[in-house]
Protein backbone atom coordinates (compact mmCIF):
# COMPACT_ATOMS: atom_id res chain seq x y z
CA UNK A 1 0.00 0.00 0.00
CA UNK A 2 0.87 3.41 0.19
CA UNK A 3 3.26 4.73 2.28
CA UNK A 4 5.47 7.96 3.52
CA UNK A 5 8.81 8.04 4.87
CA UNK A 6 10.61 11.12 7.09
CA UNK A 7 12.37 10.97 9.38
CA UNK A 8 11.13 12.11 12.71
CA UNK A 9 13.64 14.52 14.13
CA UNK A 10 15.98 17.71 12.56
CA UNK A 11 18.01 20.31 14.89
CA UNK A 12 19.41 23.03 13.03
CA UNK A 13 20.90 26.65 14.28
CA UNK A 14 19.29 29.86 13.48
CA UNK A 15 20.95 31.39 10.10
CA UNK A 16 21.52 28.13 8.79
CA UNK A 17 19.57 25.96 6.12
CA UNK A 18 17.06 23.02 7.08
CA UNK A 19 16.77 20.19 4.96
CA UNK A 20 13.40 17.76 5.65
CA UNK A 21 13.52 15.07 3.52
CA UNK A 22 10.84 12.25 2.46
CA UNK A 23 10.46 9.50 0.78
CA UNK A 24 6.75 8.15 -0.79
CA UNK A 25 5.75 4.52 -2.56
CA UNK A 26 2.98 5.47 -4.57
CA UNK A 27 4.10 6.44 -8.30
CA UNK A 28 0.42 7.62 -9.11
CA UNK A 29 0.64 10.57 -7.17
CA UNK A 30 0.10 13.84 -8.96
CA UNK A 31 0.23 16.56 -6.44
CA UNK A 32 3.20 16.20 -2.86
CA UNK A 33 2.64 18.51 -0.22
CA UNK A 34 4.23 19.96 2.47
CA UNK A 35 2.33 21.22 5.82
CA UNK A 36 3.35 22.73 9.00
CA UNK A 37 2.06 22.19 12.39
CA UNK A 38 3.07 24.61 15.07
CA UNK A 39 2.23 23.46 18.35
CA UNK A 40 -1.19 23.15 19.61
CA UNK A 41 -2.32 23.97 16.12
CA UNK A 42 -3.55 22.42 12.96
CA UNK A 43 -2.27 21.66 9.77
CA UNK A 44 -1.06 24.65 7.61
CA UNK A 45 -0.51 24.21 3.85
CA UNK A 46 3.45 25.24 3.17
CA UNK A 47 4.11 24.44 -0.27
CA UNK A 48 3.04 21.45 -3.05
CA UNK A 49 4.69 20.94 -6.11
CA UNK A 50 2.87 18.78 -9.37
CA UNK A 51 4.51 15.65 -10.21
CA UNK A 52 5.72 16.50 -13.10
CA UNK A 53 7.50 19.48 -11.69
CA UNK A 54 11.35 18.79 -9.98
CA UNK A 55 11.69 22.24 -8.25
CA UNK A 56 9.68 24.60 -6.58
CA UNK A 57 10.69 28.14 -5.33
CA UNK A 58 8.51 30.45 -2.78
CA UNK A 59 10.41 32.37 -0.91
CA UNK A 60 12.74 30.92 1.75
CA UNK A 61 11.41 27.50 0.68
CA UNK A 62 12.96 24.92 -1.94
CA UNK A 63 10.84 21.79 -2.85
CA UNK A 64 12.87 19.64 -4.93
CA UNK A 65 11.02 16.36 -6.35
CA UNK A 66 13.34 13.12 -7.76
CA UNK A 67 10.57 11.19 -9.35
CA UNK A 68 12.46 8.26 -10.14
CA UNK A 69 13.80 7.72 -6.68
CA UNK A 70 10.41 8.63 -5.07
CA UNK A 71 12.08 11.49 -3.31
CA UNK A 72 10.54 15.12 -1.97
CA UNK A 73 12.74 17.30 0.35
CA UNK A 74 11.89 20.98 1.56
CA UNK A 75 14.46 23.12 1.98
CA UNK A 76 14.16 26.32 4.24
CA UNK A 77 16.90 29.08 3.75
CA UNK A 78 18.09 31.24 7.14
CA UNK A 79 15.94 29.08 9.12
CA UNK A 80 14.08 30.99 11.69
CA UNK A 81 12.75 30.32 15.63
CA UNK A 82 9.84 30.78 13.98
CA UNK A 83 10.22 27.54 11.78
CA UNK A 84 10.63 25.27 14.94
CA UNK A 85 7.26 22.97 14.51
CA UNK A 86 6.51 19.57 12.88
CA UNK A 87 6.82 19.25 9.45
CA UNK A 88 4.43 16.77 7.22
CA UNK A 89 5.24 15.59 4.01
CA UNK A 90 1.95 14.13 2.24
CA UNK A 91 1.30 12.54 -1.30
CA UNK A 92 -2.55 12.75 -3.03
CA UNK A 93 -3.55 8.82 -3.71
CA UNK A 94 -3.83 9.20 -7.77
CA UNK A 95 -4.96 11.31 -10.13
CA UNK A 96 -8.61 13.04 -9.22
CA UNK A 97 -7.83 11.65 -5.97
CA UNK A 98 -8.54 14.07 -2.85
CA UNK A 99 -7.28 11.75 -0.44
CA UNK A 100 -4.16 12.37 0.93
CA UNK A 101 -1.34 9.62 3.10
CA UNK A 102 0.97 11.40 5.29
CA UNK A 103 4.48 10.70 6.69
CA UNK A 104 4.82 11.13 10.37
CA UNK A 105 6.12 14.17 10.41
CA UNK A 106 9.78 15.95 11.37
CA UNK A 107 9.91 17.72 14.28
CA UNK A 108 12.21 20.91 13.54
CA UNK A 109 13.74 22.31 16.48
CA UNK A 110 15.51 25.58 15.93
CA UNK A 111 18.85 26.45 18.38
CA UNK A 112 19.27 30.02 18.78
CA UNK B 1 -9.08 33.08 3.25
CA UNK B 2 -10.21 29.37 4.07
CA UNK B 3 -11.52 28.90 7.32
CA UNK B 4 -12.46 25.51 8.47
CA UNK B 5 -13.56 25.54 12.64
CA UNK B 6 -13.96 23.10 14.69
CA UNK B 7 -16.22 23.37 17.62
CA UNK B 8 -13.63 22.58 20.82
CA UNK B 9 -10.49 22.77 21.32
CA UNK B 10 -9.82 20.51 24.30
CA UNK B 11 -12.82 18.12 25.16
CA UNK B 12 -12.64 15.81 28.50
CA UNK B 13 -14.82 12.90 28.01
CA UNK B 14 -15.52 9.58 30.36
CA UNK B 15 -15.59 6.07 29.06
CA UNK B 16 -18.86 5.07 27.41
CA UNK B 17 -20.14 8.11 26.59
CA UNK B 18 -21.35 9.51 23.21
CA UNK B 19 -19.47 12.49 21.35
CA UNK B 20 -19.78 14.49 19.06
CA UNK B 21 -17.47 16.45 17.13
CA UNK B 22 -18.07 19.27 14.98
CA UNK B 23 -16.55 20.62 11.84
CA UNK B 24 -17.56 23.30 9.68
CA UNK B 25 -16.34 24.95 6.78
CA UNK B 26 -17.03 28.80 4.76
CA UNK B 27 -15.90 28.01 1.24
CA UNK B 28 -18.32 26.05 0.13
CA UNK B 29 -15.95 22.97 -0.07
CA UNK B 30 -17.38 19.91 -1.07
CA UNK B 31 -14.91 17.41 -0.02
CA UNK B 32 -14.50 17.06 4.34
CA UNK B 33 -12.14 14.80 5.93
CA UNK B 34 -11.61 13.72 9.70
CA UNK B 35 -8.38 12.53 11.08
CA UNK B 36 -6.70 11.43 13.92
CA UNK B 37 -3.43 12.31 15.14
CA UNK B 38 -0.89 10.34 17.51
CA UNK B 39 2.39 10.66 18.40
CA UNK B 40 4.38 8.24 16.54
CA UNK B 41 1.66 7.61 14.06
CA UNK B 42 1.12 10.55 12.19
CA UNK B 43 -2.21 11.25 10.81
CA UNK B 44 -4.93 9.23 10.02
CA UNK B 45 -7.86 9.21 8.22
CA UNK B 46 -10.86 8.28 9.93
CA UNK B 47 -13.91 9.23 7.42
CA UNK B 48 -14.40 11.62 4.36
CA UNK B 49 -17.40 13.01 2.38
CA UNK B 50 -17.59 13.97 -1.29
CA UNK B 51 -21.14 15.67 -0.76
CA UNK B 52 -24.04 15.93 1.34
CA UNK B 53 -25.16 12.66 2.83
CA UNK B 54 -22.36 10.68 1.56
CA UNK B 55 -19.78 9.47 3.57
CA UNK B 56 -16.66 6.90 2.91
CA UNK B 57 -14.61 4.76 5.55
CA UNK B 58 -10.73 6.19 5.56
CA UNK B 59 -8.08 3.77 7.20
CA UNK B 60 -9.27 3.87 10.70
CA UNK B 61 -13.18 3.59 11.36
CA UNK B 62 -13.92 1.44 13.85
CA UNK B 63 -15.97 2.89 16.31
CA UNK B 64 -16.62 6.14 14.73
CA UNK B 65 -18.89 7.31 12.37
CA UNK B 66 -19.97 10.55 10.64
CA UNK B 67 -22.80 12.62 9.54
CA UNK B 68 -23.16 15.18 6.74
CA UNK B 69 -26.36 16.68 6.44
CA UNK B 70 -25.14 20.11 5.31
CA UNK B 71 -22.75 20.43 2.92
CA UNK B 72 -20.81 22.88 5.45
CA UNK B 73 -20.93 20.55 8.37
CA UNK B 74 -19.29 17.28 8.75
CA UNK B 75 -19.75 15.35 12.21
CA UNK B 76 -17.50 12.80 13.95
CA UNK B 77 -19.30 10.89 16.18
CA UNK B 78 -17.90 8.14 18.81
CA UNK B 79 -21.11 6.16 19.69
CA UNK B 80 -19.67 4.99 23.24
CA UNK B 81 -16.13 6.71 24.12
CA UNK B 82 -13.60 4.18 24.97
CA UNK B 83 -9.80 5.59 26.09
CA UNK B 84 -8.06 4.42 22.96
CA UNK B 85 -9.68 7.60 21.27
CA UNK B 86 -7.89 9.92 23.33
CA UNK B 87 -6.35 11.87 20.28
CA UNK B 88 -6.16 14.76 18.51
CA UNK B 89 -8.69 14.83 15.82
CA UNK B 90 -8.23 16.65 12.72
CA UNK B 91 -10.80 18.16 10.15
CA UNK B 92 -10.14 19.03 6.86
CA UNK B 93 -11.87 20.14 3.61
CA UNK B 94 -11.06 20.93 0.04
CA UNK B 95 -12.36 23.20 -2.71
CA UNK B 96 -14.23 21.79 -5.66
CA UNK B 97 -12.63 19.84 -8.30
CA UNK B 98 -10.67 21.96 -10.22
CA UNK B 99 -10.01 24.93 -8.11
CA UNK B 100 -7.01 23.87 -5.65
CA UNK B 101 -4.92 21.07 -6.60
CA UNK B 102 -6.56 18.66 -4.31
CA UNK B 103 -5.35 20.86 -1.50
CA UNK B 104 -6.52 20.34 2.14
CA UNK B 105 -7.43 23.17 4.21
CA UNK B 106 -7.36 22.02 8.27
CA UNK B 107 -9.20 22.96 11.65
CA UNK B 108 -7.29 24.00 14.29
CA UNK B 109 -8.40 20.60 15.81
CA UNK B 110 -9.84 19.15 18.83
CA UNK B 111 -7.83 17.49 21.87
CA UNK B 112 -9.99 14.74 23.05
CA UNK B 113 -8.97 13.20 26.53
CA UNK B 114 -11.55 10.20 27.42
CA UNK B 115 -11.49 8.75 31.01
Known amino acids: GEDVEQSLFLSVREGDSSVINCTYTDSSSTYLYWYKQEPGAGLQLLTY?????DMKQDQRLTVLLNKKDKHLSLRIADTQTGDSAIYFC????????????FGKGTKLSVIP | DVKVTQSSRYLVKRTGEKVFLECVQDMDHENMFWYRQDPGLGLRLIYF???????EKGDIPEGYSVSREKKERFSLILESASTNQTSMYLC??????????????FGPGTRLLVL
Open chain 1, 49 to 53: IFSNM
Open chain 1, 90 to 101: AENRGAGSYQLT
Open chain 2, 49 to 55: SYDVKMK
Open chain 2, 92 to 105: ASTPPRGEGQETQY
